[in-house]
């Protein structure tokens, strides 16, 4: 585990692993021809950059409950050291599958606009985006002073609505209950409530 901490502590590893994710694409289009993924790239590509927006911010919000449920082990500190990389990865991300996703509907018409951004899985995608790119201008340390502890935590506690906000964004946009919403968001309420759990419990008055 010390060895998994020490490799994980390091800024290339975190770099790493959330830039690899995003190239996959890459594979199925170039290394290897996926004629299933040839038919519409573009498509592909948006999906599943917003499918590793989604993975990166359900990460980083697993991060603290780790940190709480299991103190002063080494691989959860060692994780926290990134948090606010994967979660800035996670709006970066995400902005990516914004631009994919106006560049494969919109063909330049003031309707079509109106159209797409009147859609309800749409507006919910957008807000998710724009309550991400607030938390990650504000994830920097002036704003920490700028705002205090107090305050810059509250603001922060939006990520986890943004979280439930791009969950139903996937819902919505596949019509049906897609069991990725469950792979990916599911690990993430239950730290939250084991760390809530925890928490109570600490602050119980002994009997």
Known sequence: MQLLAR???????AWSLVILPGLWPAWPLFVVPDFTV????????????????CVLLAVALTFSPLRVLWPGAAVPLALNRHRR?????????????????????YDGSFDTFLSEVGKPFQ????????????LSVTSLHWAVRRLGARRWKALHRLAYVAAALAAWHQIE?????????????????VLQAARWWRERGSRAPAA
């Open 173 to 189: 946009a596949r019509k049906v209950f897609p069991p990725q919403v469950l792979l990916i968001f599911a690990p993430v309420v």
């Open 123 to 134: 507006l919910k995608g957008l807000a998710a985006l724009g309550l991400l790119l607030v």
């Open 38 to 53: 040839l038919t519409d790239p573009l498509k592909y590509i948006l999906l599943y950059w917003g499918l590793v927006a």
């Open 85 to 105: 990389l994967v979660g800035v990865a996670a709006c970066a991300y995400a902005l990516l599958h914004l631009a994919a996703h106006t560049r494969h509907v």
């Open 7 to 13: 490799i994980l502590r390091h800024s290339a590893t």
